[in-house]
């Protein structure tokens, strides 16, 4: 696949814009191709200044040129577009979206599958040199806009930074995934307060932290999808684990409560529950816990990322509308709802 930059005269621009709908805006258009084999080329309109009115001043448009257009050298890049057809575009196409902890495991699953259904996608993730590599590789494997950039979720002053950098890369957010969180085991009798706040702080707070920075813009579009990455184990309780339980519990009742609030908005909030997962924080966990755990779940084996990123693209889609407040429990029937 080559990939390239091409500037279209203002007649090619006046043209894809009459195609797509748009109003015209500056005197050039620029377009990020990826040229497939000359079978399919996506090209993403990537600035478009003075395009007030316009859903997005970000368009995606696939072509498939005829054999009579590709051998037409007369025709203008522009004239030989065809407008993207409805059942060619991803479930998320011209959708922003931010998955939190997205440079791994289940929040990575879910960054690669919103990009594959045409979102533009932000990581903000601690580990912002993860974060960038992931970036970087979504955009070349899915041909997808993608942003990164560093932020500790439960501390204010570095969310506010990474949502207003967001904002300025990608636009608008239209979907948040609360994603990052860490897990640790210990007795509360042994607990440290340190221990306890700190896991309240990262898995709740930041959900928090998170959704305040992009409800203004949500309700102002009049369109939302926050999606709040909770566990069984708020349903179960879980010996050792307390702390990261009272957290997951406190995520099931804030995207509840929201949920009422925001709803007449257009603006859904729900949570999804997984199981345990096979991801670089499970592996952590001591191996006594999981042999147990392991015991329990009558599917008799860990889910994959696979299994719990796709619940993600249904409560972003259109077709995801009709949940509010839900909770939805990919876990290999370890607790069943
Ligand atoms: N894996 C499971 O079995 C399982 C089960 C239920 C729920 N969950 C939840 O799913 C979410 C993702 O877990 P995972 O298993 O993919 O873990 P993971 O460790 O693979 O990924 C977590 C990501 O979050 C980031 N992160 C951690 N703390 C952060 C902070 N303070 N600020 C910003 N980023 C931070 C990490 O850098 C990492 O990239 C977590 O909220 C976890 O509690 C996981």
């Known amino acids: 696949m080559a990939t390239g930059e091409n500037l279209f005269s203002l007649q090619d621009a006046c043209n894809l814009v009459r195609y797509a709908g748009l109003r015209p805006g500056?005197?050039?258009?620029?377009?990020?191709?990826a040229l497939s084999y000359g079978l399919v080329e996506y090209l993403r309109i990537l600035e478009m200044p003075g395009s007030q009115g316009c859903a997005r001043a970000t368009l995606a448009v696939r072509r498939r040129?005829?054999?009579?257009?590709r051998q037409s050298p007369s025709l203008s890049p522009a004239e030989r577009l065809v407008p993207l057809r409805e059942e060619d575009m991803g479930k998320l196409s011209d959708r922003v979206a931010v998955v939190t902890?997205?440079?791994?495991?289940?929040?990575f699953g879910i960054a690669d599958l919103y990009a594959k259904e045409g979102a533009r996608v932000a990581i903000v993730d601690k580990n912002g040199a993860k974060a960038k590599q992931i970036a970087a590789r979504l955009a070349k494997k899915r041909g997808a806009k993608t942003f990164a950039t560093a932020a500790d979720v439960g501390d204010e002053k570095q969310v506010k930074k990474a949502f207003a950098q967001v904002v300025k890369a990608l636009g608008d957010i239209d979907i948040l995934v609360n994603n990052a969180g860490f897990d640790s085991t210990n007795l509360v009798a042994e607990m440290s307060t340190k221990e306890w706040d700190e896991m309240i702080r990262v898995n709740l707070r930041s959900v928090f932290l998170c959704t305040r920075e992009v409800l203004p813009a949500m309700q102002r579009q009049k369109?939302?999808?926050?999606?709040?990455?909770?566990?069984?184990?708020?349903?179960?309780?879980?010996e050792t684990m307390a702390h990261y339980c009272a957290a997951k519990a406190g995520i099931m009742g804030f995207t509840r409560s929201l949920a009422y609030e925001v709803i007449k908005h257009n603006i859904t909030v729900n949570s999804i529950n997984p199981g345990a997962?096979?991801?670089?924080?499970?592996?952590?966990?001591?191996?006594?816990w999981m042999k147990k755990k392991l015991a329990e779940i009558p599917a008799g084996r860990l889910g994959r990322?696979?299994?719990?990123a796709p619940t993600a693209v249904l409560l972003a889609s259109d077709e995801g509308s009709y949940y509010v407040g839900a909770s939805l429990n990919p876990n290999g029937g370890d607790y069943m709802i």
């Open 65 to 69: 040129p005829s054999n009579a257009a």
């Open 26 to 33: 500056p005197d050039v258009l620029r377009f990020d191709c």
């Open 223 to 238: 369109w939302g999808r926050i999606i709040n990455i909770s566990s069984q184990l708020a349903h179960r309780g879980a």
């Open 277 to 288: 997962t096979d991801t670089p924080l499970l592996r952590s966990i001591p191996k006594s």
């Open 101 to 107: 902890g997205g440079a791994s495991g289940i929040g």
């Open 305 to 308: 990322v696979e299994e719990i």
